[in-house]
């Protein structure tokens, strides 16, 4: 991932999509420690953008699990 990525594009993808994402990042961060252990690590403020990364990824997934729930709640609810 070149950028980081806005939450409005994230909240736009699927669980699939997010789940996928998550995997690529999880990839680059453990490269970026890889990278950091054996001392060929250049970019260190990339280390911190993936990890924050990770974390606005599980925030929107999480919200988007939550949301679901509740709709999945209030519709058992009428019945």
Known sequence: MAKATKPAD???KTAEELEALLIDLKREQFNLRFQRATGQNE???R???VRREIARLKT???EALKKS???ANASAAKS
């Open 47 to 49: 280390v911190r953008t």
């Open 10 to 12: 994230l909240r736009a």
């Open 69 to 71: 729930a509740a709709g």
């Open 60 to 62: 929107i997934a999480s």
């Open 43 to 45: 970019g260190q403020a």
